[in-house]
Nanobody
Framework: QVQLVESGGGLVQAGGSLRLSCAASGRAFNRYVMGWFRQAPGKEREFVAAINWRGTTTYYADSVKGRFTISRDNAKDAVYLQMNSLKPEDTAVYYC?????????????????WGQGTQVTVSS
């Protein structure tokens, strides 16, 4: 079992930055692929970014490439999402997720554990 708690969301103007954090508790955090997803009102939850257990491989949705950076600190059982150059269309609830997998995965069904989410609102 892995428990995930997100933090760092808030209200920011377009062009601004936020850093989301996800604190994990439970067993063997450093064995999990970690991902970030987001869900805007009336839309499906979508993949944002993911990172392998060693932190050496990352994947990003096309919509956030070059603006968002995922990272992890296995010593602190934490994963982060640095979000720069934010746009109003980035407004959503952001979820941290963990997948018991060796390779990086990007679809919802491949993730085993989820946090409760943190709201990010970008004003124009």
């Amino acid at each position: 079992q892995v428990q995930l708690v997100e933090s760092g969301g808030g209200l920011v103007q377009a062009g601004g930055s936020l850093r989301l954090s996800c604190a994990a508790s439970g067993r063997a955090f450093n064995r999990y692929v970690m991902g970030w997803f987001r869900q805007a009102p009336g839309k499906e939850r979508e993949f944002v970014a993911a990172i392998n257990w060693r932190g050496t491989t990352t994947y990003y949705a096309d919509s956030v490439k070059g603006r968002f950076t995922i990272s992890r600190d296995n010593a602190k059982d934490a994963v982060y999402l640095q979000m720069n150059s934010l746009k109003p269309e980035d407004t959503a609830v952001y979820y941290c997720a963990a997948a018991n997998n060796i390779v990086v995965v990007t679809t919802r069904r491949e993730y085993d554990y989820w946090g409760q989410g943190t709201q990010v609102t970008v004003s124009s």
